[in-house]
């Protein structure tokens, strides 16, 4: 996943900051599929759909990072970075010591 420049969707829907995407079909010859989400910092789904890669974009496809460039220009989203997701909250134990 990327993290993209905000995308604010109207009636308070919410602002996609998280790009994902990935194959889900290629044929392997001239044509890949992507499925693609746009998302919350919380997850939720905002937008999603399918694209489809072919000729000279089949053809120069090799990475990953081709990939979700593509799909970015695709949808006109700016890619800012990898998504990290955050770290879990620690949760830190007391230990109560009995006196004896």
Known sequence: MKTIEPV???LNLGTAT???????NDNLS????????LLSDTQSQLQQGNLTMTGEDY???????????WVATQIDV?????YVPPAPETIVEETIEESI
């Open 8 to 10: 604010v969707f109207p």
């Open 18 to 24: 998280i790009l994902n995407a990935y194959c889900i």
């Open 30 to 37: 001239d044509a890949a599929t992507f499925y693609y989400a």
């Open 59 to 69: 053809a120069g496809w090799a990475t990953n990072e081709y990939a979700y460039n």
């Open 78 to 82: 700016t890619i800012t970075g990898d």
